[in-house]
């Protein structure tokens, strides 16, 4: 990057984070601490939840999954409008006429201690792991990319968000994600259009050529447990998972507290849910276009840089040029067989499409084989080198095509997502660790100013175990599907015990607790033997199912053991 970019990235983090310290600084209380005084209109509870989900492995590995696996990533959020209608009907109104700082608070009362303490617990496990992959995952890329120290880029994102975080709390959360969505979708909308303009055919001639290739597959209805992305698991496994992440994750939840009145929140979380699939949409397509970029001009061979760096400093550096040619040769022959189908569908060519498409896809699969063999030079060279490239494919596009400024704001865009995300991750540890824990089992008879000050100081100390576990994870298959994955292992038990708590009425705290536990380590069991067997049967599932599966089996197994507690008491 030149002096433009630096200028630009550094500019817009300065003033977002400036921005949010001067407007929120200085909160007197818990009230207005943990809920910003409820004066949040709709569109900037709105945006703030689309900031809370959309982090920087949205922007970085999304494009990066469409570049390899098309669109159909997608059906992932067909379930999300489903969902905020869903909570808006039924959870909404019972958080607001409890006037409850966390979603937690409200299973004490509709249950015991022991039940509430088990949720809270399950969210700051599975939130706190996955707010140090929200640092982590762009943090090692833009390391990467950027040449800097990884510890120190993890440091760097880590206590950007601590500063404001702390400060203002969840005021300054949300007022700053208002910021940061504009500079994020404004910086990735221009992306879209530069390479549109990039392309050396017509839009039109890109959409056929993206079509031919299967990477505008969007809509699978194909029913196949096994299979992650489709139709189906959209709207049931994904349903699941958003009506649990929107409406028991505390992220979420105190994001909506906040609001001036239940119907200023309910329309924030209804504009969430109606403009977060075009948003995916948006995102998705741009990959798409980065793919159909790269039939045109030669994409690098393996696009992490560092680790071809690496290999041309390596005894390994004459056979990776050998490979390098040969992937240029390939690239040259489906280069100019992609032409040729063009100018065939132009014309109306039909058979000429499909004997060219038949030899495009034998050329690609050619390309590929060459980069598995790229792949296990690296390993040789290094066997600690990650080889999964996809989630450098955009910002790879962006530095070595998109003019000066253009790459500086792109960086932004990424860091202003880390930084939203872990932004509303911290603020929900230090509320849920202060009003669920702290305040509930250790401290119980303090000032609000006490608990306000214990709020900032869990704040910063959740920052920091981030930050630490950021510092030494390691990357997953893809970070967004990581994400996922994480929160699928907890999700469905915490939804279990909510839905129970909604619409259960019969079924006590004891049971719920009790299936709660058995359930979470069904769900464990059943990842560990993820595809292969389990007491002799074959297990080979989609990690969304596990959100379903773990709240359905809450219900059931805390319906059997409230059936079967009733059953001795009568005896």
Request: hydrophobic share 50%.
């Amino acid at each position: 990057m030149n002096i433009i970019d630096w200028i630009v990235l550094f500019g817009t983090l300065i003033l977002i984070v400036g921005y949010g310290v001067y407007k929120t600084y200085g909160p007197k209380d818990m009230e207005s601490y943990l809920k910003g005084n409820n004066d949040m209109n709709w569109w900037t509870i709105g945006l703030s939840i689309m900031a809370t989900q959309a982090s920087a492995i949205t922007f970085l590995s999304t494009p990066g999954q469409a570049y390899e696996d098309g669109m159909r990533f997608v059906q992932f959020y067909f379930g999300l409008p489903i969902a905020m209608i869903i909570i808006s009907a039924f959870f909404l109104p019972i958080y607001y006429k409890l006037k409850i700082y966390t979603a937690y608070e409200y299973l004490e009362g509709r249950f015991d201690l022991k039940t509430r303490t088990l949720a809270a617990l399950l969210f700051l496990v599975q939130r706190g792991l996955g707010a140090g992959i929200t640092i982590y995952a762009p943090a090692i890329i833009l390391s990467t990319l950027l040449g800097w120290n990884l510890t120190w880029t993890n440091i760097f994102i880590g206590v950007l968000v601590i500063i404001y975080t702390v400060s203002g709390g969840t005021k300054a959360v949300s007022i700053t994600q208002r910021q940061q969505m504009v500079v994020m979708m404004g910086g990735m909308v221009l992306a879209g259009l530069l390479v549109i303009q990039l392309l050396p055919v017509k839009f039109t001639e890109a959409l056929h050529v993206a079509g031919k290739m299967e990477r505008l597959n969007i809509v699978n209805f194909d029913f196949d447990l096994s299979d992650r992305y489709n139709f189906w698991s959209g709207i049931t496994g994904a349903l699941f998972l958003f009506l649990s992440y929107f409406g028991t994750d505390q992220s979420q939840v105190q994001r909506y507290l906040t609001g001036k009145s239940l119907n200023q929140s309910r329309m924030g979380l209804i504009m969430n849910g109606f403009l977060k699939v075009p948003m995916q949409f948006v995102i998705l397509f741009i990959g798409v276009m980065v793919f159909v970029f790269y039939q045109f001009f030669q994409p690098p061979v393996f696009f992490n840089s560092v680790q071809t760096e690496k290999l041309l400093d390596s005894d390994y550096r004459e056979e990776f040029h050998g490979l390098e040619a040969e992937f240029k040769e390939k690239f040259e022959e489906k280069n100019a067989q992609i032409f040729a189908m063009v100018d065939a569908i132009e014309s109306g060519n039909e058979e000429e499409v499909i004997s060219l498409r038949a030899q495009i896809n034998q050329q690609a699969a050619d390309q590929e084989a060459i980069r598995t063999q790229v792949k296990e030079l690296i390993v040789k060279n290094d066997p600690l080198a990650e080889t999964r490239d996809t989630d450098y494919v955009f910002m790879r596009f962006v530095m070595d095509f998109l003019p000066k400024g253009v790459v500086g704001l792109l960086f932004a865009v990424i860091f202003s997502a880390a930084m939203s995300s872990t932004a509303s991750e911290l603020n929900a540890l230090g509320s849920t660790c202060t009003i669920d824990i702290y305040k509930r089992s250790i401290k119980k008879e303090e000032s609000s100013k006490h608990y306000m000050i214990s709020s900032k100081w869990f704040t910063a100390i959740w920052g920091g175990i981030a930050i630490i576990f950021a510092t030494y994870a390691s990357l997953f298959e893809n970070l967004i599907q990581a994400v996922n994955l994480l929160g699928s292992l907890f999700y469905g038990v915490i939804l279990g015990i909510f839905i129970v708590g909604f619409f259960l009425k019969r079924i006590g705290g004891t049971a719920v607790f009790t299936a709660a536990l058995i359930t979470e380590a069904i769900i464990l069991l059943i990842h560990w033997h993820n595809g292969s067997e389990l007491f002799g049967i074959n297990i080979d599932i989609g990690f969304l199912w596990y959100n379903p599966i773990g709240c359905l089996l809450v219900m059931l197994i805390a319906g059997l053991i409230q059936l079967f507690r009733g059953m001795l008491s009568k005896s």
